[in-house]
């Protein structure tokens, strides 16, 4: 791979491994998993449930320690970094989404998109401002004082999605980003997400079962066993393989 | 991210309800039944504050103001005769029944003190005229005796009016400000011959001899010179800080009449023990339900924590968070608990029962318990968190 080829990567991922229990309930999640995530692309890992694809996404978040490989995000190897700085990498450089939403139902949609800056050390006061800017980008500007609970599964995955862009991150990972929501939403949510979360200089990971989806990526990773099988670039010419809309028979 | 905090605790409100409850009924106990103790212990040794003599001399056994044993009537003179004192007079001190007009009983503190000085009077009169004392029949009571000691219930006792203490006439001409007895009973001043009249006779009546030191010497110096030369007990009688009663020792008993009363109780009944039992509840109340409702309420927000963890908050700021949300119900809790021991407070003193004296360092104390059991709970809550894997987040 070339010095220019390289710096186009968000992230780079050799030889990962990563293996749960000890003795003889030792489980290798992960066997030497190789991956290249891309700049300006939406690459999903699709695969059958129990085959690694969380648990890889957690090591490239910087949530998991990897047992052992090569992991370089943004220009940092992640590897050699202290917890403490892996913390401040991710406070400032990656934007989560999760499946469930995780948002604080005692807080205010502006307040819930607000966390990240606020544990970057912003002011309560211009991280609001900021959260209902994005707030109101992904459509949601009329709704910045109600609580989740008083919102529905998609308009709760915008506010997500507003919270996860809200800093600005170089890498935006989604678990599931669609699981809990139903044909239509699950369509705008990532068509909103595709619009406001790709970006030049941003790559965005995605977990999902979900092949409604499949055609929003550009590359498709398809996971089984604790092994990465196939990487598919997609695009108008290339769509999704038939294969991985049925996972389980990767 | 410490208004978040706040916002996420005040957010969960029948928590932070349960919460701020259990704080507050600790802080309630604890105040309100040391208060009451201290009210009590106050009321040991009434006598000694309304009967106000710089010195009181006693039989030698004795302890507490409240169990003397009886002198000799010689015994006025011996202290008399000490050269470091100005002065010397008798008291009576005891337990009586008085017969009201209507045939009920009420117990009362009877004090007899010298008819020609006056000496242990008491200090403020309310009502009346204290040198009519010396007039036949004479008493004076206190303002508990203006109700306990009336015709029937609602009544009150009026300058004129008479009872009977052992078939013999006690006609009221004053009424007096004094400190409740700890028996309940109300005080009646009458003068020392007098009160040898009312109560069955005995060969030896004189209770105690109250005494005051010469001009220029000390209250120390006179207590030493009465034991010596009469080899009986000399205490002063002055208010003791809570170090004074502290510091009182086997190896080094106290010689504050004060001190000595409130510690022959603290060491000779079970009110301490009762007392110190429901202060005890009131902490482990207070310990077990803010522990164990903070503790759930961490764990029902463990999601929300792990995703906090997993954007980037250090262990440091989530700590911080649970430290600000476990104080911030401490503090409120406590002030509810202590405004609930004000009102308390308020009406024990307004009707003079129960007892209800709170010494300085009570509420600062109760804070630092309250606080102690807050810190528990947010120990409990950041060694969940410090486990707390953000990947965590990720499991559905």
């Known amino acids: 791979m070339t010095n220019d080829e390289s710096k186009q990567l968000a992230a780079r991922v050799r030889g990962i491994s990563k293996s749960f229990g000890d003795g003889e309930a030792r489980i290798k999640v992960l066997k030497g998993i190789d991956l290249d995530v891309r700049r300006g692309d939406i690459t999903m890992l699709v695969g059958p449930s129990g085959c690694g694809k969380t648990t890889l996404i957690s090591i490239i978040a910087?949530?998991?320690?990897?047992?052992?490989?090569e992991l370089n995000v943004f220009g940092h190897d992640l590897r050699q970094m202290s917890k403490a700085a892996i913390t401040r990498f991710r406070a400032h450089h990656i934007g989560f989404i999760f499946q469930a939403f995780n948002l604080i139902p005692t807080l205010t949609c502006a307040e819930n998109v607000s966390v990240p800056l606020l544990i970057q050390g912003l002011s309560a006061h211009k991280a609001e401002k900021r959260a209902r800017e994005v707030l109101a980008q992904v459509g949601?500007?009329?709704?910045?004082?109600?609580?989740?609970?008083?919102?529905?599964?998609g308009q709760q995955q915008r506010v997500a999605i507003a919270r996860a862009l809200v800093h600005e991150p170089k890498l935006i990972i989604c678990d599931e980003p669609t699981a809990a929501l139903d044909a239509k939403n699950g369509h705008v949510v990532m068509e909103l997400f595709e619009h406001v979360a790709r970006g030049q200089d941003r790559a965005v990971l995605i977990v999902t079962h979900d092949n409604r989806i499949f055609h929003h990526a550009n590359r498709i990773a398809g996971m089984d066993d604790g092994q990465i099988l196939e990487v598919h670039d997609v695009d108008a010419d290339h769509p999704p393989p038939e294969h991985l809309h049925a996972p389980e028979r990767l | 991210m410490l208004r978040l905090a706040l916002k996420m605790l005040f957010g969960d409100t029948a928590k932070y309800l349960m919460l701020v409850a259990g704080l507050a009924v600790a802080t309630f106990l604890m105040a309100q039944q040391t208060a009451v103790f201290c009210g009590l212990m106050s009321w040991t040794k009434s006598t000694l504050k309304n009967?106000?003599?710089?010195?009181?001399?006693?039989?030698?056994?004795?302890?507490?103001?409240?169990?003397?044993?009886?002198?000799?009537?010689?015994?006025?003179?011996?202290?008399?005769?000490?050269?470091?004192?100005?002065?010397?007079?008798?008291?009576?001190?005891?337990?009586?029944?008085?017969?009201?007009?209507?045939?009920?009983?009420?117990?009362?503190?009877?004090?007899?003190i010298d008819a020609n000085t006056l000496a242990g009077a008491p200090a403020k009169m309310l009502q009346g005229d204290l040198m009519k004392l010396r007039l036949p029949h004479s008493v004076i009571i206190d303002d508990l005796g203006v109700q306990r000691l009336a015709k029937k219930r609602g009544d009150k006792v009026k300058i004129g009016d008479a009872f009977e203490i052992?078939?013999?006439?006690?006609?009221?001409?004053?009424?007096?400000?004094a400190v409740n007895s700890f028996t309940g009973g109300p005080y009646v001043w009458t003068t020392y011959e007098r009160a040898l009249q009312y109560v069955p006779a005995q060969r030896k009546m004189l209770q105690a001899v109250i005494c005051a030191p010469r001009e220029g010497v000390s209250l120390e110096q006179a207590i030493a010179d009465i034991r010596k030369e009469t080899g009986l007990k000399a205490f002063i009688n002055r208010e003791a800080s809570f170090e004074e009663f502290m510091s009182q020792t086997p190896e080094k008993p106290t010689t504050n009449f004060n001190v000595s009363t409130v510690w022959w109780y603290v060491k000779n009944t079970g009110i301490p023990i009762s007392f110190g039992t429901t202060v005890i509840i009131g902490l482990l109340v207070g310990m077990a339900v803010s522990c164990q409702t903070f503790y759930s309420f961490v764990l029902e927000n463990m999601r929300h924590l792990g995703a906090l963890k997993a954007m980037g908050a250090s262990n440091g700021t989530l700590c911080l968070m649970l430290i600000v949300q476990a104080f911030t119900v401490g503090l409120i809790g406590y002030g509810i608990g202590l405004l609930g021991t004000a009102g308390f407070a308020f009406g024990a003193l307004k009707n003079e029962q129960p007892p209800f004296y709170m010494p300085e360092f009570v509420p600062f104390a109760v804070l630092a318990v309250v606080l102690g059991i807050c810190m528990l709970a947010a120990l409990l809550g950041i060694w969940r968190v410090s486990r707390l894997e953000p990947a965590m987040v990720f499991r559905s």
């Open chain 1, 62 to 69: 910087g949530t998991l320690a990897a047992d052992e490989g």
């Open chain 1, 140 to 153: 949601m500007a009329d709704q910045i004082k109600r609580r989740p609970s008083q919102l529905s599964g």
């Open chain 2, 51 to 112: 009967v106000p003599a710089p010195i009181w001399v006693v039989e030698e056994k004795v302890e507490q103001v409240n169990e003397t044993n009886p002198l000799l009537d010689t015994d006025v003179a011996r202290v008399r005769s000490v050269s470091s004192v100005a002065w010397a007079s008798p008291i009576y001190s005891g337990i009586q029944r008085v017969r009201l007009e209507n045939g009920n009983f009420k117990i009362i503190q009877l004090i007899g």
């Open chain 2, 166 to 177: 052992n078939d013999q006439e006690a006609r009221v001409v004053g009424i007096a400000d």
